[in-house]
């Protein structure tokens, strides 16, 4: 019998596969074969889109229920190279939104296995570290025994590390919301709605995948997953949402304002849970759900957002707590009927 | 994809002169964002034998279907933009002077001292500067904002044009040497290779043309184009910057997006759009096979129609293709003639070898 | 209930009604509208809909008219010793806010508690060094309640919206002041031309629509054309008047013109059809040039599905964005006239000139 020892080992197992593979928006295919394995016996419907969305359908609609999509994002930020040198440098762009500075002594590693530093041009006074101004090292000594070249792709290298309370890796966002979700859609047994699971692609360059994804799911509701800022660290940006305070609930972002009747829904689920939860308002940002929200006539949509500090290094926290907090309310919510 | 497509019929375009009458009319129409009717005009004489296949949407797109014969044929959207970057003309400032805006992404600096074309009649008008001799050091230091430049159509002039009318420069198309000289060959040198598609179309797809409006303003016309034809996969045909000229302190070049010479360039990832890993080996391994040269467009800013068309509906794989050109946006771009005629060539190759395997989803990556 | 513009247009302006927030709007506007259509409806982002159906025989092409009804304004972001922090909700330029009169819509106890309340500025010394002089960032701002802090914290929650308090004020030469007339002016409009709508005779089915969410992003707009399909559209919104600070493109004095917008956006041959009715009923009309398209509804409209021709009217207005904007009440009727006459002429066959040369 599992005990929750296990049950959390296995997750958090879980949650280093997903954040250990490879996969920067557009080169999607190693972490979509995992999850596939993953959930293969949970669901009732599998299936690949155009762009390559991985979509699962649980159930099929029944008394007060509806069709709900739920979307979590498997890709992550990463770098394409753009020009090899004579001596074996490889130049690049960045793929989502990669900070400079995040990239300072940083290691990478490419789809095909090669692995690499970044290195900085030397700077003018007073000049600020740009990606122009960067270069990765894969140790080649010439164009010709460099293993890489124009297109390829990488991610960024850390590894896991677990601090007790609280988790560390790489690309928490948005794999950690796609261990969430996948978590609840093992648990959910019984339920009057029709439940899509999207494990979308390309979010990081446009929340793409999940405009087409929406389209075809043609949804009734549809509820986001991802990572928010904290406002908890030292002179960070002005947020309430903070580490270990439970799972927050999105009441808007820059991308778009999510449907107060969602977020009413959500916050009466979570006080009936007796759980605590959050109030998100990000001045930044976008996830899935506005690309829900905009699809064909219009759809009620929400974002169910797991706190993380550090988003977009190569060290990304969240908190163990608020996980099994929020793969609770996602399944409280998407087990009932759906009363907006 | 598969080996057993023969090319049916042997594709070899020329540069005659049909060739270079046809694009000296496309280069040389004025057709700026919002009003492509000259370009519109154009291909509807060009494609006269589609007429029953042919219309023109809400927007003013010319959608035109090409119909195979093959049972298993693919469906596959190829778009090419109608419109250029110009001005429009939108308040009179005195007699035959006009304030303008410009539309889409016109460098100001480009502006000043130029010729330009006004109208549909192209009435002729300049973009004028002051004497040199009457400027100071400091003002030459600094750029000309577009809200103090004018157009000038002469005196009386206000006659001869209305405030509303698009402008652009006023460049013929010139043949020079190996190399052609224009305005607008964004992307008048895609309409004229789709055009080309279309009358020599392979048996084995149904092409679905779209010649569309207001790609300069944000990929607007492709995306209702993409929604009518709801094609299998997605194709843009434009031209993209060629940077590929000496850095003043003799450093080695890295961002050159393309070069002159080196054939068409296949998109790996834009701004707009993350080209799908199967078409873009379709397009590289047909270029080898066929010998014809290709390069990689660097991956980098901007975006063509499939940034449009990859996200209609449930999603459409696309990839683009370009002929590079230097000086885009500017009175007058370069482009060589062989870069052209190979772009012409691949696409006439790639598309005769597709089938509908090529989106299977075992074949992805 | 006959419809009376002035009382109704005031009574908009006197509630808040946020992007995705447009409750308080969309009642009042509902009964008005219940009255002058044959079926109303409201979508999943909260748009009010309202139909009229021609009387020309079925199938029967049409129309659909655009209004935005959302309004911008502020939310809380966080709860500071009973202050509140706020971001944006639209384009608000933070160098009005101080001193801002306001409403703070609480929810925190599961009712609503509409506090009012003020923007304020804190004493410079209280701020890093960056913001000692020049305008304040917003970042800095707080809204007071007045409140004690516990009381506060009971009432508020952040994500709580926050509207601007301004009353309407009738001005002098039919002109009237307040917040959101940016676009409820044209909600007027629209009533307007319904109301006149439900005295002609009309062929065509019209389909008036109080959009949401149209300063965040158009997103109302974009899934009520996807829904509808219409044969055509025209999106009315403000646009900007002459008077300090205005000027520019937009050359439009208060009270003497109903703006068209000529432009990426607008269908040049709807353009010329509306231009013929206005000159034909002598209301005059100017050309309002958007080159490279507007920043209204009208730029989602025409990409739905394989696309629709737009036709765009203006408002003139002074101050966009602040709770201080000015308009002409002459204008609304013209406009809304115009719109009336529009429609009530259009023959069945009208769509076979609406096209590209």
Known sequence: METTTNKNETFQNLLQTLVETPGPSGSEHLIRQKIEQEVREFADEIYTDALGNLIVRKDSKGEGGKRVMVSAHVDEIGLMVTHIDDNGFARFIMIGGVSPYTCLGGRVLFMNGTQGVIGLERLDKDEKPSLEKMFIDTGATSKEDCKISVGDVCGFERPFLDLGKRLVAKSMDDRVAVAVAIEALKRIEITPNEIFFVFSVQEEVGIRGAITAAYGVDPEVGIAVDVTRTGDTPKSNKMEVALGKGPAIKVRDSSFIADPKVVNWMVREAKEQGMPYQMEVLEAGGTDGAAIQRTRAGVPAGCLSIPCRYIHSPSEMVDREDLEHSVSLLSALLSKGIQL | ?365 | MSFELLPFLKSMISVAGLSGYEDPIRDVVVPVWKDLSDHTWINSHGGLHAIRYGSGPEPRPKVMIAAHMDAIGLMVTGIDQGFLRITQVGGVDPRILPGQMVTVHATNTGFTAELPAMVVMPAAHLLPKDAKSGPLPQKYLLVDTGLHPDEVERLVRVGDVISFATEPRELSGETISGHTLDNRASVAATTVALDLLSRRKHLWDVIAIATAQEEVGGIGAMGSAFDIMPDFAIVIDVTFANGPGGGGMGNFDLGKTVPLTWGACDHPALYNAMKATADEYEIPVTRDFSPSGSGTDAWDVQVAQAGIPVVELGIPLRYMHTPVEVVSIKDIKRAGRLMAEFISDLPLDFMNTVKWE
């Open chain 2, 1 to 365: 994809m598969t080996e057993k497509m023969e090319i049916s019929a042997k594709f070899d375009p020329q540069f005659g002169e049909q060739e270079l009458d046809l694009l000296n009319r496309l280069s040389n129409a004025l057709a700026v964002s919002g009003d492509e009717q000259e370009v519109r005009a154009i291909v509807y004489e060009e494609l006269k034998e589609f007429e029953d296949n042919m219309h023109t949407d809400a927007m003013g797109n010319v959608l035109v279907t090409r119909k195979g014969s093959d049972p298993e044929r693919i469906r596959v959207m190829i778009a090419a933009h109608m419109d250029e970057v110009g001005l429009m003309l939108f308040k009179e400032d005195g007699d035959g002077l006009f304030e303008f805006k410009v539309i889409g992404g016109v460098d100001p600096r480009q502006l000043v001292g130029k010729p330009v074309i006004i109208g549909r009649d192209h009435v002729p008008g300049v973009i004028g500067a002051k004497a040199i001799h009457l400027t100071t050091k400091e003002e030459r230091e600094q750029v000309l904002k577009v809200e103090s430049l004018r157009v000038d159509v002469g005196l009386g002039g206000s006659k001869l044009v209305n405030i509303g009318d698009r402008a652009t420069f006023a460049t013929s198309l010139a043949v020079l040497g190996p190399s052609l000289r224009g305005k607008a060959l964004d992307d008048r040198l895609g309409v004229f290779n789709l055009i080309q598609l279309l009358k020599n179309a392979p048996e084995n797809i149904d092409l679905l043309a779209a010649f569309t409006v207001q790609e300069e303003l944000g990929l607007r016309g492709a995306k209702v184009a993409a929604y009518h034809f709801n094609p299998d996969i997605g194709l843009a045909m434009d031209s993209t910057p060629a940077n590929d000229m000496p850095d003043f302190d003799g450093e080695p070049v890295s961002s050159y997006n393309t070069k002159l010479d080196g054939g068409p360039a296949i998109y790996l990832m834009d701004g707009a759009t993350i080209g799908d890993h199967r078409l873009v080996k379709w397009l590289t391994e047909t270029a080898d096979a066929e010998g014809i040269p290709w390069q990689y467009r660097q991956p980098g800013k901007g975006g063509t129609d499939a940034g449009s068309i990859h996200k209609t509906r449930s999603g459409v794989p696309s990839v683009s293709v370009s002929v590079p050109q230097r000086y885009l946006h500017s009175a007058a771009g370069m482009v060589r003639i062989a870069d052209e005629l190979n772009t012409l060539k691949l696409m006439h190759a790639a598309l005769s070898r597709l089938d509908k395997t090529i989106i299977n989803p075992q074949e992805r990556n």
